[in-house]
């Protein structure tokens, strides 16, 4: 067991530098993941721990959780409580932090099937919908999600928290529009993209074989690359003043209008 009771400390350094700059996560190749359900869910989903904290007033040896951290063949450090609350959005809750290393995956990981369902996410830059948008997506079954045109990382602490660990159990890729399109014609998918408008509504189309929703940004919209291939737009009806949804309710309503299709 080892103790850092310093904010000073490099290792302390290093975790909030990862917590917070976007930049130094891609150049490390790893984030930080804080809360059990978060940490256990990364776990299950394959991604290797570097290195775990605890903070021991809030995560004692004789906690039935304690089992699972301490499975994990690496030190156990353990941090004082006035350490721990700094390197934390959610102040001392649940008493963990763990640092992993990405996990990344390419077109070619991604399953293929008569009924595969992917999610195009272009131009999408708040990590709250992003993390949203990932916890629907598990729970709906989809395949895969697709990331075009966006600056930032997935593992963003605000994007882990607001899909509850979900970032970890859905597969995604990051590419350009063409390469996505390329993909989604090789294997004949059906695309449907999200456009305002005089359109069919989501209730309207067929998906229940292999489809692929694009959503673009309510600021910019969809990107011209996605537009300009023959992909059926679709929009959701509203009834009352707003002109729009926010993105993440938007692929909600609509991932669930294709489980019912398929269910």
């Not at 067991?1 to 917070?20: D, G, H, Q, V």
């Not at 590419?175 to 294997?187: A, D, G, M, Q, T």
Request: charged share 25%.
């Amino acid at each position: 067991m080892k103790k850092i009771t310093s904010s000073s400390n490099p290792e302390i350094r290093r975790i909030r530098l990862l917590r917070s700059k976007s930049k130094f996560r891609k150049e490390e190749g790893a984030f930080v993941v804080e809360g059990r359900r978060e940490f256990e869910r990364a776990l299950k989903n394959g991604f290797h721990l570097e290195q775990k904290y605890r903070d021991p007033s809030l995560l004692k040896e004789d906690d039935p959780w304690y089992k699972i951290y301490e499975q994990q063949s690496l030190s156990d450090v353990v941090l004082s409580s006035k350490v721990f609350e700094q390197l934390t959005f959610r102040g001392r809750t649940e008493g963990v932090i763990g640092v992993f290393r990405e996990k990344k995956f390419d077109l070619g990981d991604l399953r293929v099937s008569k009924k595969a369902f992917f999610v195009v996410l272009d131009g999408i830059e708040k990590p709250g919908n992003i993390g949203a948008i990932f916890r629907t997506a598990d729970a709906a079954g989809v395949d895969g999600i697709f990331i075009s045109n966006y600056d930032g990382d997935i593992f963003n602490p605000f994007s882990i928290r607001a899909s509850l660990g979900c970032v970890f159990s859905v597969p995604f890729v990051q590419s350009n529009p063409n390469e996505i399109i390329e993909f989604l014609k090789k294997n004949k998918f059906a695309g449907y993209l999200a456009l305002p408008g005089d359109h069919p509504s989501i209730f309207q189309l067929d998906l229940s074989s292999s489809s692929a929703l694009i959503f673009g940004a309510e600021d910019k919209g969809i990107s011209k690359e996605y537009l300009n291939e023959g992909m059926t737009p679709f929009n959701i009806p509203m009834a009352g003043i707003a002109d729009s949804l926010n993105v993440s309710v938007s692929v909600g309503i609509s991932l669930y209008e294709a489980v019912r299709q398929r269910t």
